[in-house]
């Protein structure tokens, strides 16, 4: 999730993205880093089968550098688009 382009970055794991999502652009927690960072756009995703692999994927990324999460997003979003407005379009797309 981000703010926006270049912005600030939230990095998370979920078993429900569609839930998740919504809750981050309803800020219903108004204390977290997103509401904080009004980080509401789902900019970069990646779906595993095992939960065990996403939080590895989750721990390895939030010990990258900025500048490499970055490169990660732009590489499969370029204009720092938000995914879910759109969501199942870009949901079929991006599963390509």
């Not at 998370?12 to 997103?34: A, C, M, Q």
């Not at 939030?62 to 979003?77: D, G, P, Q, T």
Request: charged share 35%; hydrophobic share 30%.
């Amino acid at each position: 999730m981000a703010n926006k382009p270049n912005g600030v970055i939230y990095i998370g794991v979920t078993d429900n993205i569609d839930e998740r999502v919504k809750e981050h652009k309803l800020k219903v927690y108004p204390i977290s880093f997103t509401s904080r960072y009004n980080c509401d756009k789902l900019v970069y995703f990646e779906e595993f089968d095992e939960g065990g692999n996403a939080v590895s994927r989750e721990g390895q990324f939030k010990k990258w550098k900025r500048k490499w999460k970055i490169e990660l997003i732009e590489e499969m979003n370029p204009k720092w688009n938000d995914l879910s407005l759109n969501w199942k379009l870009n949901y079929n797309r991006l599963r390509k």
